[in-house]
């Protein structure tokens, strides 16, 4: 049995009672893992122990894994060798034992979303439904949460800042920017009255984002708008539809503003914004702050080629890396970090060209090229390592690059097939030529 292709064994009528079923199983479990990456304020969240039944579930079942994203799967087998190798430098080998376990498990979760879409891309529909119903339902409990709309609402708040359900408002804000965008393209892409029910849930979505005061976030956002309307501008070839996205650029910019002042009219979200809003903060310039963590923190890796240990970094430092490349070699030794890196890279190029190719699942990769991107450059200044949906993007892009892939290996086996036909036709009109001939001359 086969939940990629709702195979069963049995009569062809058997097949075609079952199969169905089977497959609408299969999509509906996978709509479920995409809703629950939403659900981590506690660990181990529901998400990470749904995720260990459905991986062994669909594996069992005949899912492939595919040469096609080796590359993933290669780079984070290094990744994790570099994690264990790093283990024994910990003071506390159970707990670094713990960490480098969670990380093995969410590079399972990226293996698993690439083969998935690489087995049919069109499950790109199920999860982006999946993930931006699950948004939009935290976002709402983050808003709430922030104006304490019921009691025990400040358990899904903290620092004064809205975290939804999530530990950590830097990972609720950019975990919603996937789907933000996604309603944001579709907007964009096709008709804007017979969609503009869409600014409902995604008016919901940019206010939990800039409640949860995240510069990293709002920086993400801002990016990840900024390449997904550029792609739109550049692939389009309609001069009439450019001019129609310039409008819609316009009118979205003085929409946020109108949306941005409307916020800033309550003080305390004002109060809030004026201190979140300053470029650098007293923790990122002081003496061992942020961005000396960094320079030491480089130095030091140079003097342990395997790295400090899970959770290490802290002995040494008053406050963790927030650099998931330092960070990679901290915790992940050098093998480690290189490997992380060189994924980071590979994954970033291997994008480009599937940014300017007609499929219809061309706009879901604009908007995971666009939050991807943004992504490496947050995780500059912030510990990604971890955050559940970073490796869903990553999964998300590998299983886009394994089908454009696929794509180019059939179509050069079919080109190949009609260029052995044609060769075979064209061997074979001497022949019937000359007997032609002979039966004349007979």
């Given at each position: 049995m086969s939940f990629a292709t709702g195979h069963f064994g049995g009569a062809p009528g058997a097949h075609a009672r079952v199969g169905v079923p089977v497959r609408s199983l299969g999509n509906g479990a996978l709509w479920l893992a995409a809703f629950l990456s939403g659900f981590v304020i506690e660990e181990p969240a529901p998400y990470e122990l749904y995720m260990v039944l459905l991986s062994v579930v669909w594996l069992a079942c005949g899912l492939k894994l595919r040469p096609e994203f080796g590359p993933l799967i290669i780079c984070l087998m290094l990744y994790i060798a570099g994690g264990l190798a790093s283990v024994p430098m910990s003071d506390d080998l159970g707990e670094a034992a713990m960490y480098i376990a969670v990380t093995s498990f969410l590079a399972i979760t990226a293996i698993f979303y690439a083969a998935?879409?690489?087995?049919?891309?069109?499950?790109?529909?199920?999860?982006?439904?999946?993930?931006?119903?699950?948004?939009?339902?935290?976002?709402?409990?983050?808003?709430?949460?922030?104006?304490?709309?019921?009691?025990?609402?400040?358990?899904?708040?903290?620092?004064?800042?809205?975290?939804?359900?999530?530990?950590?408002?830097?990972?609720?804000?950019?975990?919603?920017?996937?789907?933000?965008?996604?309603?944001?393209?579709?907007?964009?892409?096709?008709?804007?009255?017979?969609?503009?029910?869409?600014?409902?849930?995604?008016?919901?979505?940019?206010?939990?984002?800039?409640?949860?005061?995240?510069?990293?976030?709002?920086?993400?956002?801002?990016?990840?708008?900024?390449?997904?309307?550029?792609?739109a501008l550049v692939t389009e070839q309609s001069n009439r539809r450019r001019g129609r996205l310039l409008l819609l650029g316009i009118a979205g910019s003085l929409g946020v503003f109108a949306l941005l002042l409307a916020a800033l009219s309550i003080d305390t979200v004002a109060e809030m914004f004026e201190q979140r809003a300053r470029l650098v903060q007293d923790y990122d310039s002081s003496r061992l702050g942020r961005f000396a963590r960094y320079y030491y923190g480089f130095q030091l890796v140079m003097e342990y080629p395997l790295g400090l240990g899970p959770l290490q970094f802290r002995n040494y430092f008053p406050e963790d890396e927030h650099n998931v490349y330092l960070k990679g070699y901290t915790t992940y030794g050098w093998l480690g970090g290189t490997a992380y890196i060189a994924l980071a890279i590979w994954t970033l190029c291997a994008l480009v060209p599937l940014l300017f190719k007609s499929r219809p699942w061309t706009g879901f990769t604009h908007c995971v090229f666009a939050v991807f991107a943004a992504h490496l450059i947050l995780s500059v200044i912030i510990d990604t390592d971890r955050w559940r949906h970073m490796y869903m993007l990553y999964g998300l892009a590998w299983g886009m690059i394994a089908t454009d892939r696929i794509e180019q290996r059939r179509f050069r086996a079919q080109r190949a097939g009609r260029d052995r036909l044609d060769g075979q036709t064209n061997n074979s009109r001497p022949i019937s030529s000359l007997r032609s001939h002979s039966e004349q001359a007979r």
């Open positions: 998935i879409l690489a087995d049919d891309p069109q499950r790109f529909r199920i999860i982006q439904n999946g993930y931006t119903v699950s948004a939009v339902f935290v976002s709402l409990i983050g808003i709430a949460g922030y104006f304490q709309l019921f009691p025990g609402a400040d358990y899904f708040t903290l620092y004064d800042r809205a975290r939804g359900t999530f530990q950590d408002p830097n990972v609720f804000g950019p975990f919603l920017v996937l789907p933000a965008l996604l309603l944001i393209q579709k907007l964009l892409r096709h008709s804007f009255f017979k969609n503009v029910l869409l600014l409902v849930p995604l008016t919901i979505l940019l206010l939990g984002i800039f409640l949860s005061f995240s510069r990293g976030a709002w920086v993400v956002l801002f990016a990840g708008v900024l390449i997904v309307y550029f792609l």
